[in-house]
């Protein structure tokens, strides 16, 4: 939290995004019992998985186990889990007649599960350890609700921003909404931190950004609670840094294909950053490891308001021996 608010703090405080998944047995224990979407829905699993990762890699945040898309079913989306598929949206939004078929969140109630997950957290972990509620941002939301799920190359999302601002800024609009509430409620509900994944924004130019995401994404995070630090984070962005910026949040998450020095003097010292390990980098050895931490760390300085992260997401082949490891070497070092 000190880092957030780019205070001094005695060592350089480390999570991971995923840090609760797939790589680490005692998740694979929990999941082998239940669906995902049940696992997300049932606040004792949630906040168990939550807490065992905080646990057993002995890392400064928990940030609790949901999924972006969850806010989505409220809306009327059609949402389906697929083994060995990930998330399929069965009745995609593909003309502007299906925007105006879609619900206004009026309250948060249908995603109450999460938080109660949030309390239960909150309740089982250390007091010192921070909780970390989360939503995917605008655009990446109307990206899945678009396209109906995974994209290489976002034609239909394109099509639809291009040819029909109307209904493109009123879906995203729409979904703004909703997030505002849905991270409130979070803050409510004992989150310390909240953080908007903007996992897909990387597909776009800056011109595109500036036009068609950055007043969506922005009026999200201004209407989160005072005083709660907001960490802005997207993958691809090297181009975007400066409009993110301008999207605002109190950190900004850089990805692994920018120099984290490189990318904090584009976007200001007067803000915090958060990153940016090559999240395969985990695959490697130790020493390799080490090296790749370090510089990082060189890069950053010892400027207060660094927060370590990877780039992107725990891949679930990981070595969780190597990230256990990786946390000991940024306290360290």
């Known amino acids: 939290m000190r880092a957030c608010r780019r205070e001094p703090v005695p060592y350089t405080p480390i999570w991971l995004m995923r840090q609760a998944g797939r790589y680490m047995r005692e998740y694979r224990d929990v999941r082998s019992k239940t669906t995902f979407l049940d696992l997300c829905k049932t606040p004792e699993l949630a906040a168990e998985v939550t807490v065992t990762a905080v646990e057993r890699l002995g890392v400064d945040a928990a940030i609790i186990f949901a999924d972006i898309l969850l806010i989505l079913e409220p809306m009327g989306i059609d949402l389906e889990f697929a083994a060995g598929e990930g998330p399929v949206i069965h009745n995609p939004v593909r003309k502007p007649t ?53 994209s290489k190359n976002y034609v239909h999302t394109k099509r639809l921003m291009y040819d029909d601002r109307g209904a493109w800024h009123a879906l995203l609009s729409l979904i703004s909404r909703g997030l505002a509430k849905y991270l409130n409620a979070q803050i409510a509900a004992g989150a310390q931190a909240v953080q908007l994944f903007d996992s897909w924004i990387g597909c776009l130019g800056p011109d595109d950004y500036r036009e068609f995401v950055l007043p969506h994404t922005q009026s999200v995070i201004r209407s989160v609670t005072p005083g709660v630090p907001v960490i802005h984070f997207g993958t691809g962005t090297a181009a975007l840094l400066e409009l993110m910026r301008e999207a605002g949040g109190d950190v900004i998450g850089l990805d692994w294909r920018v120099r984290l020095d490189e990318g904090w003097q584009r976007i200001g010292h007067d803000v915090a950053v958060m990153g940016n390990l090559d999240p395969v980098s985990l695959f490697a050895k130790q020493d390799s490891l080490r090296e790749q931490a370090k510089r990082i760390l060189d890069q950053a300085g010892g400027r207060p308001g660094h927060i370590f992260n990877l780039g992107h997401g725990i891949l679930p082949e990981t070595p969780v021996e190597n990230v256990i490891a990786l946390v000991e070497m940024v306290h360290e070092l």
């Open 98 to 150: 299906d925007v105006d078929q879609l619900l206004e969140i009026e309250d948060v109630s249908a995603l109450e599960f999460v938080n109660e997950a949030i309390r239960q957290t909150r309740r089982a972990l250390r007091p010192d350890i921070p909780l970390i509620g989360f939503c995917g941002a605008p655009f990446t939301l109307a990206s899945y609700v678009i396209e109906g799920g995974g």
